[in-house]
């Protein structure tokens, strides 16, 4: 929730944004306080990957104010972003490669978090261990498999020091165990304060770790509130629920879109 003084850790006002006759965000309005756990789910195209590009600064919109912490960043670069707080992982895996694990994530506590020399090597490897990285440290980047990937995408993201975290479908394609190895992860990011948008196919993962969800569709938000009121919704069952969701652990995994994110 926002704070006492009425500040929002996020707040977008009236944001829109096109692609020729597509609208990815027409005139959405949010507020995200610090610390809080937002999930956010919708159709394939619907402009989630789209939102995330608008919030850190990868997009520009054509209309409306986004704002951390009370401060105007709308026509913030994605590195002033990040230096702000903003922290991101895209949906597909994007690792620099030529480099190793250790290497990846200490470029992204350098010019993210703006750490140098020791420390930024104890913040590296403190990112490595909590996102289960540590034994992968000296591997090069592109030889990752796929949770290992995602994994390194988001101690990525996380080693840039934000105070608000941006996960795009993290837990897609992997198996149950890996995925509830994941929520711990989240959880435990959660618990230092630290603000997570998470984008999710994968519903059960969402349910078992945000206390709000959105369901996002044309560019417009149809649901907001508490998971299981957001999921028995009539509009967001009608736009939503048809489509190629997981609701149970045990059932496929959503597919990569293979496309590549905003
Ligand atoms: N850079 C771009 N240029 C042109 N069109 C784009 C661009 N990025 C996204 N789009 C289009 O905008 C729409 C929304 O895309 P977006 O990636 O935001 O959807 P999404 O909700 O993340 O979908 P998914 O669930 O498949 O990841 C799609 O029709 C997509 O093709
Ligand atoms: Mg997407």
Known sequence: MPDAAGTALL???????????????????LRLGAGDIVGIVGPNGAGKTSLFGLIAGDLAPESGV?????????????????????????????PFGGMTVFENVLVAVQQGAGLRRRASYAAAVGVLDRTGLSGEANSP???????????????????????????????????????????????????EGIAIIWIEHVVRALTAAVERLLC??????????????????PAVREVFLGTEVTTSLSGPPAAESGREGA
């Open 216 to 233: 996002l569709a044309g560019g417009s938000f149809v649901g907001d509130g508490t998971p299981a009121a957001v999921l028995a919704d």
């Open 141 to 191: 980047a592109e030889r990752l498999g796929l949770l290992q990937r995602k994994r390194l995408e988001l101690a990525r993201a996380l080693a840039s020091g934000p105070r608000l975290l941006l996960l795009d479908e993290v837990a897609g394609g992997l198996t149950d165990l890996e995925v509830e190895q994941l929520i711990g992860v989240v959880r435990s990011i959660r618990t």
């Open 66 to 94: 986004i704002r951390l912490g009370g401060a105007e960043v709308t026509r913030l670069d994605p590195a002033a972003r990040c230096r702000l707080g903003i922290g991101r992982t895209y949906q597909v895996p994007r």
């Open 11 to 29: 707040e977008l006002s009236g944001v829109t944004k096109s692609f020729g006759r597509v609208v990815v965000a027409d005139n959405l309005s």
